[in-house]
C-alpha cells in the first residue's frame, strides 16, 4: 500500500487568524494580547518600539501555529495510519510566516525544491539553494539523514529536455545537500498510441514512458541513483552552524545571496529551535544527538534581534567550549522578554564587541569574519582547488564515513576542467568512484601538511567522488600518464534509419553528418525518435597497441546514443563526451558500428502544427509550438573519431 504523503510547498498566503487565536497567543508569549490589538489595524500602543515588539510576537505565534497546528497535525494523521511524510514548505519566492526547518522537523524525508531555468541555463538559484540546504539542515540535526527535493521542476520548454540539460540541476541539488530525489513530474499515461501524453500544462518533467528516451533512461536513472546512495552514507561534514535569527525566511534572507561563509566549509543552517533544544558542547565541538559536529556556530546579521531563550542557549554553550562568531545583538523582538536580563547576557558574552573575547571554555569572536575566526583557530579550509580560469568554480560535500572519508565533487562549468583539488584529510590513499558507470580507480595523491591534494580532470558538468578508506604510509602516488591520440575521423556517408510511425521516411543516406532538422525532407526535418545510423570501418593493424584502450568519440549528440560495434553493446552515452571504450569491441579489419540516437518530440510537435501537415503524429492536451517556433538540432552531429589512449610510456 502506499507508504509515504508528499505536501508540496505552502501556496495558501499569508493566514493570520483562528478562532482560539487569544488563547493561542496568551499561552505561547505569556501575557494577554487584548490590549495590543489595535497595533494590527495600524495604531500604535505604548510607543512605535513596543508596538513592533508586539507584531513580532503575533507573527511568531502564528509562526508556531503553522507549524504545530497544520504541519504537526499532518505528521499525527499519518502516524496514526502507519505512514511517513515527505514535507516541503516555502520553497523559493514562497516565504511565508513560519519557520522552513521548523515544519520540516518532524518530517521523515524533509523536501525542498529546486527548478530548471532554460535550456542551458544553470545560473545561480540561490532561494532555491537555501530551500535545499534549509531541509538538508533538518535531516542532519533531526537525524532524517535523507534528504528529498522536488526535482528538475521545469515551466519552459516542454519535451524538450534530456539528461544532459538536466544534470546540471541535479548536481547542484546534490551539492546542496540533497540526496533523494522526487522527480517533477510523471503524469499517468493511460493512453496507448497517444504520445507524448498527458502532461500538467506548462510543468514538467515529462518523465513518462512516452518520452522519445524513455528506453535509454537507466544509465542517468543509475546516475542519479548511485549519487544519491553515496550521499546517504555517514554525516555531513561541516564546520559552521549558520544560524540566520528569528526575523524571517531562510528562502527571503537569501533569495538573492549566499550567507557568508567562505569557499572551502560546509555548514548547516540553524534555526531557534534546534539552537535551543538540539545542540550540546563535546571537545570544543558543537555537537547533535544525530552525530553532527561543527567547530563555529556563525551568527548571521539577522540575528542582531535575538529572542531571550536563543540568547540564554548560545550563553550556556559558550561557556561549555563553543565558539561563536558574529556580531553583538541590539536587542530583543519580543515584548514577552526581560530587557534587563537580555542586557546582562549580552554584556557578559560580546563586552566592547571587538575581537576574540572567551568566556568560560568557549569564545566568542565580534567585529570579525568567518575568515579571520578560522585563521585564529588554524582551521584551513576543508575543501580548496587550484583555479585555472578566474571563473573556474567547483563545489564540495564532505561525509564523514565510519572508515573514511568521501567527497563529492562538482565542476559548475560547460567546459573541462583540470585542477588539483586538497582536502583536509591526512593518512589515507585517494580513489576516484564515477557514479555514472560505477566504476572505481585509484588516483595520484600527495599528502603534505595535514592536508592530501589529488589531480582531477573534470569534463564539463562533471562530477566525481573521491574517496579516502584505505590507511597509507606512502606520501604519495604517481600514475602513469594518459595521453590521447586520435587515430583516425569518421567521415564519408552514413545509412540511417528512422522510428516507423514518426512521420519520416524508412531510412536514408547522409552524405555528411548533420542535424536532421536541417534536411530538405519534411520527414527527416520534423522527425522526433530514434534514429539508427550504420557503417562498416576499416580498424588498420597501427590502431592497436598492446595496453592502450580505443574509444569512439561521437563529437556532438542530440540527444542520447546507444553504440554498437561487431554486435557488442557498447552502451548508452548521455553527456558530453559522447564516448564509449571500444577496445574489446574492435578489430583489425572490417567492423559494423551501429549508433542509435534519439532526440526530443519538440521537432515532430512543431511538424504537426505546419499548415500542409495532413497526418497528425503526437498527441497532447498541452500546444506550446507552433509552426514557426525554432526546431532544436537533433541527431548525430559529430564529428565521430577513433582516439586511442595509452600510458605516456606506451604511446
Known sequence: GVKYVITDSWEAGAQNWTDNMIAEFTKRRGYDPLPWMPVLAGHVVESAEASDRFLWDFRKTIADLTADEHYGQVEASLKERGMGHYGESHESGRAFIADGMEVKKLNEVPMSAMWTQRLGVNKEQYAANADDRESASVAHIYGQNLVAAESMTASKSPWAW???????????????????????????????????????????????????????????????????????????????????????????????????????????????????????????????????????????????????????????????????????????????????????????????????????????YSGETLTDAFTALNLPPDFDYTKPEGDTKILFVHRKLTDGDLYFVDNRNDRDEQVDASFRVTGKAAELWHAETGMMEPAAYTIANGRTTVPLHLEPWGTVFVVFREPTKMMSRTLPKVVETQVATIGGSWNVSLQPGRGAPASITMDKLASWSENTDDGVKYFSGVGTYTKTIEAPADWFKPGAHLWIDLGDVKNLADVTVNGKSLGTVWHTPYRVDATSALKPGANAVIIKVTNAWVNRLIGDQQPNAGTKYTFTVYHPYKANSSLLASGLLGPVEVVRAAAKEQE
Request: proline letters at 6%; charged letters at 25%; a negative charge.
Open 162 to 364: 534530456s539528461p544532459a540539460t538536466l544534470k546540471p540541476t541535479a548536481d547542484k541539488e546534490l551539492a546542496e545537500g540533497i540526496n533523494r530525489f522526487v522527480i517533477h513530474c510523471s503524469v499517468h499515461q493511460p493512453l496507448v498510441g497517444k504520445a507524448p501524453g498527458l502532461g500538467l500544462g506548462p510543468y514538467g518533467q515529462w518523465f513518462t514512458r512516452n518520452e522519445t528516451w524513455a528506453e535509454e533512461a537507466a544509465p542517468w536513472v543509475s546516475y542519479l541513483a548511485r549519487s544519491s546512495f553515496l550521499l546517504q552514507q555517514g554525516h555531513f561534514g561541516a564546520d559552521v552552524l549558520y544560524y540566520y535569527g528569528e526575523d524571517s525566511n531562510l528562502t527571503a534572507i537569501f533569495a538573492d545571496k549566499a550567507p557568508d561563509v567562505p569557499a572551502g566549509y560546509g555548514f548547516d543552517y540553524v534555526n531557534a529551535d534546534a539552537l535551543v533544544h538540539k545542540l550540546a558542547v563535546k571537545d570544543g565541538l558543537i555537537t547533535t544527538e544525530s552525530g553532527m559536529k561543527y567547530r563555529v556556530l556563525a551568527l548571521d546579521p539577522y540575528s542582531t534581534h535575538m529572542s531571550l531563550p536563543v540568547l540564554r542557549r548560545i550563553r550556556d554553550l559558550v561557556k561549555e567550549g563553543a565558539v561563536v562568531v558574529g556580531a553583538k545583538p541590539v536587542n530583543t523582538p519580543s515584548l514577552a522578554d526581560d530587557d534587563k536580563e537580555f542586557r546582562s547576557i549580552v554584556e557578559e558574552l560580546w563586552g566592547d564587541a571587538t575581537g576574540a573575547r572567551s568566556v568560560g571554555k568557549g569564545k566568542v
